[in-house]
């Protein structure tokens, strides 16, 4: 059974910081690159960050440099380091394999609001 459990959102002013975390079961973790994804109200969810088994990573252009992300494969755990946040960046985070599938279970995701 898939488990993936996001937690570490919260509401921040601008400029501030973010650690999220991602649980994942062993089944989905060990073998896939793990991205972290986000979507805002009335907009699609997007990828914002992935990292492979090996450690590469990926960032999109709008989190570059601002956002970091890791993975503890001794814990199956994937986090995203958030800094210098911004309001756009208010969304519903969830993390997931990637690329994922059209019938991937998804995790409830963590909700994180940057206020100006």
């Known amino acids: 059974q898939v488990q993936l459990v996001e937690s570490g959102g919260g509401l921040v002013q601008a400029g501030g910081s973010l650690r999220l975390s991602c649980a994942a079961s062993?089944?989905?973790?060990?073998?896939?690159?793990m991205g972290w994804y986000r979507q805002a109200p009335g907009k699609q969810r997007e990828v914002v960050a992935r990292?492979?088994?090996?450690?590469?990573?990926n960032y999109a252009d709008s989190v570059k440099g601002r956002f970091t992300i890791s993975r503890d494969n001794a814990k199956n755990t994937v986090y995203l380091q958030m800094n210098s946040l911004k309001p756009e960046d208010t969304a519903v985070y969830y993390c997931n394999r990637y690329p994922t599938g059209l019938t991937d279970y998804w995790g409830q995701g963590t909700q994180v609001t940057v206020s100006s």
């Open positions: 062993g089944s989905i973790f060990r073998i896939n690159t």
């Open positions: 990292i492979s088994t090996y450690g590469s990573t």
